[in-house]
């Protein structure tokens, strides 16, 4: 495996805000990320939405404060703040403002931030499909617990594969089989597994694949582990879908 590194002041994209700040991208092999300036002064609403084109920031973040606060709204929920040392995972949909006269900066490795205060032609479609929203969706309900909802997704006659030889592996068919093993999962974790996503990809023939990474805690335990779905869709409804693991083994020794 080659190594590779590369300098954001150097080789990095420079993105100015409209005013208060600017972000730069780059990279080095499989990473890119984004550094904000954010300036004391600063909103979303006023110095990206322009560049944006959106009523509120849709970009999903995955980051790291290095200095500095930022209060976050969310369209439909709570309002937080991020300061030095937070680790932050923001969903799409927020207005964002600085707190205070120091600037906030941050690093961001979302797959999302590399579009970050660009603009989109008018004549493009959204980044997901209707079957990615599907699954964007299906986690969530996932997380939540939402059963109701996961039953409006997966087909009557779903299956899941779960690769492996631990006391999860094995096929699921059906709708009642799939969630008794969501369930499963959940009384073997005493309701700690979560499965959070990191990106999603999809054809727009009804194909998409999840990269997610898991979290659980088994007698005392606690496991971060990282693996894909890929999900077929027929209409509206999911009816295959093939799990597969960064570290099989270690997932299996895991849930032995």
């Given at each position: ?35 904000g300036v954010f300036e004391p002064g600063w909103r979303w609403s006023k110095d990206v939405a322009p560049l944006a084109g959106t009523d509120s920031c849709q970009t999903r973040h995955l980051g790291y404060v290095i200095s500095g606060s930022m209060q976050v709204q969310l369209d439909d929920g709570p309002a937080m703040t991020v300061t030095a040392g937070d680790a932050f995972d ?167």
């Amino acid at each position: 495996m080659d190594a590779y590194v590369s300098n954001l002041e150097r080789d990095g994209e420079i993105r100015p805000f409209a005013e208060h700040g600017h972000a730069v991208v780059g990279g080095a092999g499989g990473l890119t990320l984004m550094r904000g300036v954010f300036e004391p002064g600063w909103r979303w609403s006023k110095d990206v939405a322009p560049l944006a084109g959106t009523d509120s920031c849709q970009t999903r973040h995955l980051g790291y404060v290095i200095s500095g606060s930022m209060q976050v709204q969310l369209d439909d929920g709570p309002a937080m703040t991020v300061t030095a040392g937070d680790a932050f995972d923001l969903p799409p949909g927020h207005d964002a403002w600085v707190m205070g006269d120091e600037p906030c900066v941050m690093v961001d490795y979302s797959s999302d931030a590399t579009r970050y205060a660009r603009g989109r032609s008018a004549d493009a479609a959204a980044p997901d499909d209707q079957y990615m929203t599907l699954v964007r969706r299906g986690y969530a309900a996932f997380n939540s617990g939402d059963m109701e909802s996961l039953r409006s997704i997966l087909a009557h006659d779903v299956v899941q594969h779960v690769p492996g030889t631990s006391q999860i592996a094995g096929t699921y068919k059906g709708i009642d089989a799939v969630l008794g093993y969501y369930g499963k999962l959940a009384e073997l974790t005493e309701g700690q597994f979560r499965a959070h996503l990191i990106a999603v990809f999809g054809d727009g023939q009804g194909h998409v694949t999840a990269l997610h990474q898991t979290t659980a805690t088994l007698n005392g335990v606690t496991r971060v582990s990282r693996g894909t779905i890929l999900f077929t869709f027929l209409g509206d409804r999911a009816t295959d879908l093939h799990q597969m693991h960064e570290d099989l083994p270690g997932d299996d020794a895991f849930f032995a």
